[in-house]
């Protein structure tokens, strides 16, 4: 099979974090960029992180920057989200998928897997 298994969400308190995992399987992530998405209910899919594949490079979307980390290792073709300080407006089902490059605005992204729930409550 291609497919992205996504697991670490969990109920926690503001301020609190949370690793997500992303696991690969039938290819070599280390080909491939790799990108967090999130949807919360009744909110449209938003891009959380993406970090590239040759370069190594990250980005993240406004709302998360200096609270977020992504990660990868090739090795255990996995990628990881770092969440720290989280806040309720991060709860949300988070979701990766791939394409070759973070920034192409010709590939789609695909594989996407299950999702994994966050959720972000006092």
């Known amino acids: 099979q291609l497919q992205f298994v996504e697991s670490g969400g969990g109920l926690v308190q503001p301020g609190t974090s949370l690793r997500l995992s992303c696991v690969a399987s039938g290819f070599t992530l280390k080909f491939y960029a790799v990108s967090w998405f999130r949807q919360a209910p009744g909110k449209e899919r938003e891009g959380v992180s993406c970090?590239?594949?040759?370069?190594?490079?990250?980005d993240y979307a406004d709302s998360v920057k200096g609270r977020f980390t992504v990660s990868r290792d090739n090795a255990k073709n996995t990628v990881y989200l770092q969440m720290n300080s989280l806040k309720p407006e991060d709860t949300a089902v988070y979701y990766c998928?791939?394409?070759?490059?973070?920034?192409?605005?010709?590939?789609?992204?695909?594989?996407w897997g299950q999702g994994t729930q966050v959720t972000v409550s006092s």
């Open positions: 998928a791939r394409r070759f490059f973070c920034g192409s605005s010709t590939q789609s992204w695909e594989y």
């Open positions: 970090i590239d594949s040759s370069s190594g490079s990250s």
